[in-house]
Each structure stands twice: as C-alpha cells, then as structure tokens.
Nanobody, 125 residues
Framework: QVQLVESGGNSVQAGGSLRLSCEAS????????MGWFRQAPGKEREGVAAFYTAYGSRYFVDSVKGRFTISRDSAKNKVYLQMNSLQPEDTAMYYC??????????????????WGQGTLVTVST
C-alpha cells in the first residue's frame, strides 16, 4: 500500500509562485511515475505534470508548459511541483498520484492507482 501526502497549497496573487510537495510512503519500489492532477470546481480532473522514473522523463499539460516544473528527490521519496507565473485559471485542488504497476502513465486519472488527499491552490487577481 502506498500513501501519498501533499503539502504546499496556499492562496497567492496572479503572477506568484508556489511549490507543492508530495511524500510517498509504503510500497515505493519501481513505480512507473508520480504526477500531479488538479480539479477545479465543476471541471474534470486533469493531469498537470508527471515524472517517469525509468528515464527521468516528464510530462506537462499544454496549459502549464514553461511555467511549471516537476522534480523528484528519490532519497526522500518526494516529488515536487514548482508553479510559477500562476494565473487564476490554475485555481484548483491539486492531487498527487502514482502509477504503481499499470505502466499506462500519469497523465490520465484512470491510469493511476494511488492518490493523495489533495492540497488547495487559490490564485486571485
């Protein structure tokens, strides 16, 4: 069993930055990827960014490319999402998730098996 715990959500003004952290515990060996999803009120959950462990490759949804980065500290079993130039449309609950064994990736909610409880990001004008 894997437990994922997010932190770092906050309220910021447009143009500001936040760094979200996700700490994994439990079964953390050889998972395919860890990623971040977000869900705004009335919208579907979408994949925002992902880190693939095999080759260190990364995925970003088009709307955050150039503004968000994702990194991993393997020694601490943590994944970080650095969010810069935040905009009101980035307001959402952000969830950490992991694809432990399917190999299908961390860009689609149905592909992941483990979820954190979420951390709220609010961006105001």
């Amino acid at each position: 069993q894997v437990q994922l715990v997010e932190s770092g959500g906050n309220s910021v003004q447009a143009g500001g930055s936040l760094r979200l952290s996700c700490e994994a515990s439990g079964y953390t060996y050889n998972y395919n990827c860890m990623g971040w999803f977000r869900q705004a009120p009335g919208k579907e959950r979408e994949g925002v960014a992902a880190f693939y462990t095999a080759y260190g490759s990364r995925y970003f949804v088009d709307s955050v490319k150039g503004r968000f980065t994702i990194s991993r500290d393997s020694a601490k079993n943590k994944v970080y999402l650095q969010m810069n130039s935040l905009q009101p449309e980035d307001t959402a609950m952000y969830y950490c998730a992991a694809d432990l064994y399917s190999g299908r990736g961390c860009d689609t909610p149905s592909n992941v098996q483990a979820w954190g409880q979420g951390t709220l990001v609010t961006v105001s004008t």
